[in-house]
């Protein structure tokens, strides 16, 4: 479904992603895993269409993107749940929900069947449904950023650090909740520093060193990996 070809990023005279190669299939679940300031933020954005790419290709479902706006892959099957949640929080739940259908409302698709897979995926989210995002918890804002990402009706799923900042429990609730997604047959791939919960929910995974591509294969090899298990995992 997606394909990153010999991807090269940079923030003017600094290179943030080098010769970057990667692919997800269909229905799979890919975890893009390293330390802080790997890249792996920069390549999520690359996909979506916030960042430039200087050289190299981005193909999705058969199509070139890498020189299209961001809005215009929305359209085709990209959705986004950003680094840091990124919700409005002058808007109530529902409102944040609803953001992300302005194109099927502008065709006068109705949103209804949306908002409900949404609140029976988080039925918390449901019982906030007026609530003001500023006064959601840590853990309910993260799942009201992965609903927003996912009532744009995505064929790709970019998570980026869905635990970050929550207490395990609340990482574990909103993984299993990425596992239920994934059982659903959505494409995902997710950025994520905590690398058990990441290996948990991926068939495959790739691990980012310095805006490269250090180490790549399926989810239970790199678990057994030593240079894995050393660096990310503990001994």
Partial sequence: MLACNDLTVAYGDIVALQGVTL???RGETVALIGANGAG????L???????PVRSGDIVFEGTSVARLASDRRV???ISQAPEGRRIFPGLTVEENLTLATVNWRRWRQPIGDDLARAFDLFPRLKERRRQLGWSLSGGEQQMLAIGRALMARPRLLLLDEPSLGLAPRLAEEVYERVRQIADSGLTILVVEQN???ALSVADR???????RIALQGTADDLKQNTRVREAYLGR
Wanted: negative net charge; charged residues 15%.
């Fill in 23 to 25: 692919e997800v299939g």
């Fill in 40 to 43: 792996k933020t920069t390549l």
């Fill in 45 to 51: 954005h690359a996909i979506s269409g916030l960042n």
């Fill in 75 to 77: 359209e085709l099957g």
């Fill in 195 to 197: 690398t058990v919960l």
């Fill in 205 to 211: 995974a790739y691990v980012l060193e310095t805006g």
